[in-house]
Protein backbone atom coordinates (compact mmCIF):
# COMPACT_ATOMS: atom_id res chain seq x y z
CA UNK A 1 0.00 0.00 0.00
CA UNK A 2 0.96 3.60 -0.82
CA UNK A 3 1.39 5.54 2.12
CA UNK A 4 0.30 9.74 1.58
CA UNK A 5 2.90 11.95 3.68
CA UNK A 6 1.91 14.68 6.18
CA UNK A 7 1.82 17.18 3.68
CA UNK A 8 -0.37 15.28 0.95
CA UNK A 9 -3.08 14.22 3.48
CA UNK A 10 -3.43 17.86 4.24
CA UNK A 11 -3.35 18.97 0.81
CA UNK A 12 -6.12 16.33 0.28
CA UNK A 13 -8.31 17.60 3.04
CA UNK A 14 -7.76 21.11 2.20
CA UNK A 15 -9.38 20.35 -1.43
CA UNK A 16 -11.85 18.13 0.03
CA UNK A 17 -13.12 20.83 2.44
CA UNK A 18 -12.61 23.24 -0.67
CA UNK A 19 -14.72 21.58 -3.17
CA UNK A 20 -17.41 20.35 -0.65
CA UNK A 21 -18.31 23.99 0.14
CA UNK A 22 -18.38 25.23 -3.04
CA UNK A 23 -20.33 21.52 -4.32
CA UNK A 24 -22.51 22.44 -1.28
CA UNK A 25 -23.46 25.89 -2.05
CA UNK A 26 -24.50 25.56 -5.53
CA UNK A 27 -26.11 22.59 -5.42
CA UNK A 28 -27.95 23.95 -2.92
CA UNK A 29 -29.06 27.26 -5.20
CA UNK A 30 -29.76 24.26 -7.52
CA UNK A 31 -32.15 22.81 -4.90
CA UNK A 32 -33.93 25.81 -3.74
CA UNK A 33 -35.03 26.84 -7.25
CA UNK A 34 -36.40 24.10 -8.10
CA UNK A 35 -38.08 23.60 -4.51
CA UNK A 36 -39.68 26.92 -4.76
CA UNK A 37 -40.97 26.06 -8.06
CA UNK A 38 -42.56 23.46 -6.48
CA UNK A 39 -43.92 26.11 -4.19
CA UNK A 40 -42.37 25.06 -1.18
CA UNK A 41 -41.30 27.81 1.42
CA UNK A 42 -39.15 26.50 4.05
CA UNK A 43 -35.53 26.92 2.77
CA UNK A 44 -33.70 25.14 5.02
CA UNK A 45 -35.06 22.05 3.95
CA UNK A 46 -32.90 21.75 0.35
CA UNK A 47 -30.18 23.08 1.88
CA UNK A 48 -30.26 19.77 4.06
CA UNK A 49 -30.80 17.12 1.80
CA UNK A 50 -28.59 19.09 -0.72
CA UNK A 51 -25.67 19.56 1.81
CA UNK A 52 -26.44 16.29 3.88
CA UNK A 53 -25.81 14.00 0.70
CA UNK A 54 -22.11 15.70 -0.48
CA UNK A 55 -21.10 15.71 3.38
CA UNK A 56 -21.83 11.65 3.50
CA UNK A 57 -20.35 11.28 -0.01
CA UNK A 58 -17.34 13.13 1.11
CA UNK A 59 -16.78 11.48 4.08
CA UNK A 60 -17.06 8.34 1.66
CA UNK A 61 -14.68 9.20 -0.36
CA UNK A 62 -11.74 8.70 2.34
CA UNK A 63 -12.68 5.01 2.67
CA UNK A 64 -12.76 4.46 -1.33
CA UNK A 65 -8.77 6.31 -1.30
CA UNK A 66 -7.88 3.90 1.33
CA UNK A 67 -9.90 0.91 -0.65
CA UNK A 68 -8.73 1.64 -3.59
CA UNK A 69 -4.88 1.98 -2.53
CA UNK A 70 -5.59 -1.28 -0.38
CA UNK A 71 -6.41 -3.20 -3.45
CA UNK A 72 -5.07 -1.28 -6.45
CA UNK A 73 -6.14 -2.35 -10.00
CA UNK A 74 -3.47 -4.71 -11.46
CA UNK A 75 -3.54 -6.73 -14.87
CA UNK A 76 -3.11 -10.10 -12.88
CA UNK A 77 -5.99 -9.25 -10.74
CA UNK A 78 -8.20 -7.65 -12.63
CA UNK A 79 -11.31 -9.52 -12.85
CA UNK A 80 -11.03 -9.83 -8.69
CA UNK A 81 -10.45 -6.52 -8.37
CA UNK A 82 -13.62 -5.32 -10.37
CA UNK A 83 -15.81 -8.27 -8.20
CA UNK A 84 -14.71 -6.05 -5.34
CA UNK A 85 -15.16 -2.65 -6.33
CA UNK A 86 -18.42 -3.82 -6.94
CA UNK A 87 -19.39 -4.99 -3.89
CA UNK A 88 -18.05 -1.98 -2.37
CA UNK A 89 -20.04 0.22 -4.89
CA UNK A 90 -23.10 -1.01 -3.02
CA UNK A 91 -21.77 -0.75 0.07
CA UNK A 92 -21.27 2.73 -0.41
CA UNK A 93 -24.48 3.34 -1.69
CA UNK A 94 -26.57 2.03 1.25
CA UNK A 95 -23.83 4.14 3.15
CA UNK A 96 -24.57 7.08 1.55
CA UNK A 97 -28.12 6.09 1.65
CA UNK A 98 -28.16 5.89 5.77
CA UNK A 99 -25.73 8.51 6.65
CA UNK A 100 -27.60 11.41 4.66
CA UNK A 101 -31.11 9.95 6.51
CA UNK A 102 -29.88 9.72 9.65
CA UNK A 103 -28.40 13.30 9.47
CA UNK A 104 -32.29 14.76 8.11
CA UNK A 105 -33.57 12.63 10.43
CA UNK A 106 -31.74 14.47 13.57
CA UNK A 107 -32.14 18.08 12.45
CA UNK A 108 -36.20 17.43 11.32
CA UNK A 109 -36.31 16.46 14.89
CA UNK A 110 -34.23 19.40 16.32
CA UNK A 111 -37.03 21.69 14.28
CA UNK A 112 -39.78 19.94 15.55
CA UNK A 113 -40.04 18.27 12.27
CA UNK A 114 -40.82 14.69 11.11
CA UNK A 115 -38.56 13.58 8.17
CA UNK A 116 -40.05 10.82 5.96
CA UNK A 117 -39.44 9.54 2.22
CA UNK A 118 -41.84 10.74 -0.65
CA UNK A 119 -41.57 8.14 -2.16
CA UNK A 120 -41.60 3.82 -1.70
CA UNK A 121 -38.08 2.88 -0.33
CA UNK A 122 -37.59 0.73 -3.45
CA UNK A 123 -37.93 3.63 -5.46
CA UNK A 124 -35.75 5.90 -3.44
CA UNK A 125 -32.72 3.18 -3.31
CA UNK A 126 -33.11 2.69 -7.04
CA UNK A 127 -32.80 6.71 -7.40
CA UNK A 128 -29.99 6.53 -5.31
CA UNK A 129 -28.20 3.67 -6.23
CA UNK A 130 -28.13 5.00 -9.70
CA UNK A 131 -26.87 8.42 -8.65
CA UNK A 132 -23.94 6.45 -6.54
CA UNK A 133 -22.78 4.26 -9.16
CA UNK A 134 -21.38 6.92 -11.58
CA UNK A 135 -20.26 9.10 -8.28
CA UNK A 136 -18.23 5.71 -6.67
CA UNK A 137 -16.69 4.89 -10.36
CA UNK A 138 -15.58 8.90 -11.15
CA UNK A 139 -13.38 8.44 -7.32
CA UNK A 140 -12.18 5.34 -7.95
CA UNK A 141 -10.49 6.48 -11.25
CA UNK A 142 -9.47 9.81 -9.38
CA UNK A 143 -7.57 7.43 -6.70
CA UNK A 144 -6.29 4.99 -8.81
CA UNK A 145 -4.78 8.02 -11.40
CA UNK A 146 -3.33 9.02 -7.83
CA UNK A 147 -2.27 6.07 -6.40
CA UNK A 148 -0.19 5.64 -9.89
CA UNK A 149 1.10 8.79 -9.91
CA UNK A 150 2.73 7.98 -5.90
CA UNK A 151 3.94 4.38 -7.50
CA UNK A 152 5.74 6.26 -10.36
CA UNK A 153 7.32 8.97 -7.70
CA UNK A 154 8.53 5.94 -5.81
CA UNK A 155 9.92 3.86 -8.35
CA UNK A 156 11.58 7.44 -9.72
CA UNK A 157 13.44 7.76 -6.20
CA UNK A 158 14.16 4.11 -5.49
CA UNK A 159 16.06 3.68 -9.09
CA UNK A 160 17.60 7.15 -8.37
CA UNK A 161 19.09 5.55 -4.62
CA UNK A 162 19.77 2.26 -6.58
CA UNK A 163 22.15 4.54 -9.11
CA UNK A 164 23.38 6.42 -6.48
CA UNK A 165 24.27 2.91 -4.33
CA UNK A 166 25.53 1.49 -7.55
CA UNK A 167 28.06 4.77 -8.20
CA UNK A 168 29.55 4.48 -4.60
CA UNK A 169 30.27 0.82 -5.28
CA UNK A 170 31.86 1.52 -8.02
CA UNK A 171 33.70 4.04 -6.75
CA UNK A 172 34.39 2.46 -3.83
CA UNK A 173 36.12 -1.00 -5.74
CA UNK A 174 38.80 2.07 -7.80
CA UNK A 175 39.73 2.77 -4.95
CA UNK A 176 40.35 -0.73 -3.22
CA UNK A 177 42.44 -0.96 -6.54
CA UNK A 178 44.60 2.06 -5.28
CA UNK A 179 45.18 0.86 -1.77
CA UNK A 180 47.10 -2.50 -2.98
CA UNK A 181 48.94 -0.13 -5.44
CA UNK A 182 49.57 2.34 -3.18
CA UNK A 183 50.78 -0.18 -0.51
CA UNK A 184 53.37 -2.05 -2.92
CA UNK A 185 55.01 1.44 -3.77
CA UNK A 186 54.85 2.47 -0.36
CA UNK A 187 56.69 -0.79 1.06
CA UNK A 188 59.26 -1.06 -1.93
CA UNK A 189 60.28 2.25 -0.41
CA UNK A 190 60.80 1.40 2.70
CA UNK A 191 63.07 -2.17 1.86
CA UNK A 192 64.62 0.65 -0.40
CA UNK A 193 66.13 2.53 3.28
CA UNK A 194 65.14 0.32 5.91
CA UNK A 195 69.30 -1.39 5.83
CA UNK A 196 70.74 1.77 5.15
CA UNK A 197 69.06 4.71 7.57
CA UNK A 198 66.55 2.83 10.23
CA UNK A 199 65.42 5.86 11.38
CA UNK A 200 64.27 6.99 8.22
CA UNK A 201 62.54 3.59 7.37
CA UNK A 202 60.98 4.10 10.57
CA UNK A 203 59.28 7.35 9.87
CA UNK A 204 57.85 5.95 6.90
CA UNK A 205 56.25 2.91 8.29
CA UNK A 206 54.77 5.85 10.71
CA UNK A 207 53.75 8.04 7.63
CA UNK A 208 52.50 4.67 5.89
CA UNK A 209 50.21 3.52 8.75
CA UNK A 210 48.65 7.10 9.09
CA UNK A 211 47.43 6.69 5.28
CA UNK A 212 46.68 2.57 5.54
CA UNK A 213 44.52 3.52 8.77
CA UNK A 214 42.91 7.07 6.54
CA UNK A 215 42.34 4.35 3.72
CA UNK A 216 40.23 2.12 5.88
CA UNK A 217 38.33 4.39 8.09
CA UNK A 218 34.64 4.76 6.87
CA UNK A 219 34.77 2.94 3.89
CA UNK A 220 31.17 4.66 2.57
CA UNK A 221 33.12 8.01 2.27
CA UNK A 222 32.82 8.64 -1.54
CA UNK A 223 33.86 11.88 -1.23
CA UNK A 224 35.80 13.82 1.56
CA UNK A 225 36.49 17.70 1.70
CA UNK A 226 39.53 19.36 0.12
CA UNK A 227 41.25 20.04 3.35
CA UNK A 228 41.33 16.53 4.30
CA UNK A 229 42.39 15.30 1.56
CA UNK A 230 45.08 17.77 0.96
CA UNK A 231 46.10 16.99 5.36
CA UNK A 232 46.93 13.32 3.66
CA UNK A 233 48.20 13.91 0.59
CA UNK A 234 51.33 15.92 2.32
CA UNK A 235 51.73 12.97 4.61
CA UNK A 236 52.19 10.99 1.47
CA UNK A 237 53.91 13.40 0.24
CA UNK A 238 56.53 13.48 3.26
CA UNK A 239 57.07 9.65 1.80
CA UNK A 240 58.31 10.86 -1.33
CA UNK A 241 60.46 13.96 0.25
CA UNK A 242 61.94 10.89 2.43
CA UNK A 243 62.99 8.95 -0.69
CA UNK A 244 64.28 11.37 -3.07
CA UNK A 245 65.99 13.11 0.23
CA UNK A 246 63.88 16.62 0.05
CA UNK A 247 65.00 16.99 -3.93
CA UNK A 248 61.49 16.91 -4.69
CA UNK A 249 59.62 20.34 -3.20
CA UNK A 250 55.63 20.70 -3.32
CA UNK A 251 54.04 23.62 -3.37
CA UNK A 252 50.03 24.65 -2.91
CA UNK A 253 48.15 27.54 -4.31
CA UNK A 254 44.69 26.60 -2.58
CA UNK A 255 42.71 29.20 -1.00
CA UNK A 256 41.28 28.69 2.69
CA UNK A 257 37.72 29.31 1.50
CA UNK A 258 38.09 25.72 -0.78
CA UNK A 259 38.82 23.76 2.34
CA UNK A 260 35.09 22.46 2.62
CA UNK A 261 34.98 21.67 -1.25
CA UNK A 262 34.02 18.12 -1.59
CA UNK A 263 36.36 15.83 -3.77
CA UNK A 264 36.72 11.83 -4.92
CA UNK A 265 38.82 10.53 -1.93
CA UNK A 266 42.24 9.90 -2.26
CA UNK A 267 41.83 11.58 -6.13
CA UNK A 268 45.36 13.71 -5.74
CA UNK A 269 47.77 10.70 -4.15
CA UNK A 270 48.04 8.57 -7.88
CA UNK A 271 48.39 11.90 -9.62
CA UNK A 272 51.23 12.97 -7.23
CA UNK A 273 53.03 9.74 -7.71
CA UNK A 274 52.33 9.70 -11.47
CA UNK A 275 53.86 13.36 -11.58
CA UNK A 276 57.38 11.83 -9.58
CA UNK A 277 57.19 8.73 -11.39
CA UNK A 278 57.17 9.67 -14.79
CA UNK A 279 58.05 13.64 -14.37
CA UNK A 280 61.07 13.22 -12.65
CA UNK A 281 62.43 9.26 -13.53
CA UNK A 282 65.46 10.61 -15.54
CA UNK A 283 66.30 13.58 -12.93
CA UNK A 284 66.31 11.07 -9.65
CA UNK A 285 63.57 12.63 -8.07
CA UNK A 286 64.44 16.64 -8.55
CA UNK A 287 61.69 18.69 -9.41
CA UNK A 288 58.91 20.68 -7.99
CA UNK A 289 55.26 20.08 -7.69
CA UNK A 290 52.45 22.67 -7.80
CA UNK A 291 48.94 21.88 -6.54
CA UNK A 292 46.14 24.41 -7.21
CA UNK A 293 42.10 24.45 -6.56
CA UNK A 294 40.04 27.56 -7.75
CA UNK A 295 36.41 27.47 -8.87
CA UNK A 296 35.61 28.79 -12.86
CA UNK A 297 31.53 29.36 -12.63
CA UNK A 298 29.76 25.87 -10.97
CA UNK A 299 33.02 23.98 -10.73
CA UNK A 300 35.88 23.13 -8.69
CA UNK A 301 39.30 23.12 -11.02
CA UNK A 302 42.40 21.10 -9.61
CA UNK A 303 45.87 21.06 -11.03
CA UNK A 304 48.51 19.12 -10.67
CA UNK A 305 51.75 20.81 -12.40
CA UNK A 306 55.54 19.87 -12.25
CA UNK A 307 58.16 21.01 -14.05
CA UNK A 308 59.46 17.76 -15.51
CA UNK A 309 60.18 16.02 -19.07
CA UNK A 310 57.12 17.13 -19.72
CA UNK A 311 53.93 15.45 -21.85
CA UNK A 312 55.06 13.11 -25.20
CA UNK A 313 52.38 11.32 -26.74
CA UNK A 314 53.77 7.94 -25.41
CA UNK A 315 53.97 8.71 -22.07
CA UNK A 316 50.09 10.29 -22.62
CA UNK A 317 49.02 6.88 -23.53
CA UNK A 318 50.98 5.08 -20.94
CA UNK A 319 49.89 7.24 -17.91
CA UNK A 320 46.22 6.83 -19.49
CA UNK A 321 46.57 3.03 -19.25
CA UNK A 322 48.11 2.83 -15.82
CA UNK A 323 46.14 2.43 -12.66
CA UNK A 324 46.15 5.93 -11.03
CA UNK A 325 45.02 7.85 -13.86
CA UNK A 326 42.74 5.44 -15.83
CA UNK A 327 40.78 4.99 -12.32
CA UNK A 328 40.75 9.09 -11.47
CA UNK A 329 38.93 8.84 -14.96
CA UNK A 330 36.73 6.42 -14.25
CA UNK A 331 35.80 8.14 -10.90
CA UNK A 332 35.25 11.21 -12.10
CA UNK A 333 32.77 9.86 -14.68
CA UNK A 334 30.93 7.57 -12.48
CA UNK A 335 30.55 10.63 -9.79
CA UNK A 336 29.72 13.54 -12.10
CA UNK A 337 29.14 12.11 -15.80
CA UNK A 338 30.01 14.42 -18.51
CA UNK A 339 30.91 17.01 -16.02
CA UNK A 340 33.71 14.86 -14.76
CA UNK A 341 36.41 15.59 -16.86
CA UNK A 342 41.02 15.10 -16.60
CA UNK A 343 43.30 16.63 -18.84
CA UNK A 344 46.86 16.35 -19.70
CA UNK A 345 47.92 19.93 -20.79
CA UNK A 346 51.56 21.25 -21.21
CA UNK A 347 52.45 22.95 -17.75
CA UNK A 348 53.69 26.59 -17.03
CA UNK A 349 56.82 25.25 -15.59
CA UNK A 350 57.87 22.65 -18.35
CA UNK A 351 56.15 20.17 -17.76
CA UNK A 352 52.89 18.19 -17.36
CA UNK A 353 49.61 20.40 -15.79
CA UNK A 354 47.39 17.37 -15.10
CA UNK A 355 43.70 19.53 -15.05
CA UNK A 356 40.48 17.85 -12.86
CA UNK A 357 37.06 19.32 -13.34
CA UNK A 358 33.71 18.60 -11.20
CA UNK A 359 31.07 20.26 -9.87
CA UNK A 360 31.63 22.38 -6.83
CA UNK A 361 29.85 21.30 -4.11
CA UNK A 362 30.46 21.95 -0.26
CA UNK A 363 30.68 19.73 2.94
CA UNK A 364 27.82 19.59 5.11
CA UNK A 365 27.94 19.81 8.84
CA UNK A 366 28.91 16.37 9.08
CA UNK A 367 31.07 15.65 6.42
CA UNK A 368 33.09 18.86 7.55
CA UNK A 369 33.03 17.09 11.16
CA UNK A 370 36.07 14.60 9.64
CA UNK A 371 38.08 16.89 8.25
CA UNK A 372 41.09 17.99 9.31
CA UNK A 373 41.17 21.60 8.34
CA UNK A 374 44.64 22.84 9.71
CA UNK A 375 46.45 20.88 6.58
CA UNK A 376 49.10 23.67 6.13
CA UNK A 377 50.54 23.10 9.24
Request: aromatic residues 10%; contains cysteine; hydrophobic residues 45%.
Amino acid sequence: MNRLDASQVRLMIGLWCLLWAVYTVLHSVHGILDYQRTGGHELWKPVLWESSSIAVTGLLFFAVWWFTFRFPFVRRKLLLRLGQHALAAIAFSLLHIAGMNLIRVVVYRMVGHTYTWAEPPAVVLGYEFSKDLPTYASMVVVATMLHTHQSFREKVVENLNLERELVQLQAQRLREQLRPHFLFNALNLVSATMFEDVEKADRLLVNISALLRHSLQAPDRVCIPLAEELHYLKIYLTLIGERFDGRTTFDFEVAPELDSALIPRFLLQPLAENAVNHGFRLRNGRGTIVFRAHCEGEDLILEIEDDGCGLQVEQAAALTRGIGLSNTVKTLNQLYGERGRLQLLPGDLGGLCVRLGFPYRVATDEEHAHALTDYRR
